[in-house]
């Protein structure tokens, strides 16, 4: 018997696991004074960049994974799942870096107009993190 219930918990433990996709959510805020800014057709684009000892969220190495969400309503909440990878066969796993950027052209590239944040407690984050707040208030000039 105690065998048995070895076993059941050995097999849930392995089933829960298997469904259990890493993650990073949270909530993108828009700074005050930037509503302006908001146009119909924007595009808010949340990302995660690898984070390592020769990076940074704001170096040119590309995204990890995105979530694109089309006329964002802020505040906007997000999740990144292994869904969102880039590129097909790349292993979504941490610690990244998250940033948001709203397009009001919808264009995902840092230019004039687009508003970009992070969260300030979490330049970088594990994997697993739901918590984050991204408040937009950087203004590509």
Do not use: C, W
């Not at 469904?19 to 909530?27: A, E, H, I, R, S």
């Not at 020769?54 to 802020?74: C, H, M, Q, W």
């Not at 292994?82 to 870096?97: L, R």
């Amino acid at each position: 018997m105690k065998i048995l219930i070895s076993t059941f918990v050995l097999l849930v433990s392995f089933s829960a696991m298997a469904f259990n996709d890493p993650k990073v959510g949270g909530l993108v805020t828009l700074a005050k004074g930037l509503e302006k800014n908001i146009v119909p057709g924007g595009v808010l684009y949340v990302f995660a960049k690898k984070a390592g000892p020769d990076s940074g969220p704001n170096d040119r190495t590309p995204p990890l994974a995105v979530v694109k969400i089309e006329n964002p309503k802020f505040p906007q909440a997000f999740v990144i799942t292994p869904k969102n990878v880039m590129m097909t066969g790349t292993e979504f796993k941490g610690p990244v870096h998250v940033i948001a950027r709203y397009a009001p052209t919808g264009d995902a590239m840092s230019r004039p107009g687009v508003i970009e944040g992070m969260d300030p407690k979490f330049p970088s984050t594990e994997l697993g993190n739901k918590n984050l707040n991204i408040e937009l208030k950087n203004v590509v000039k």
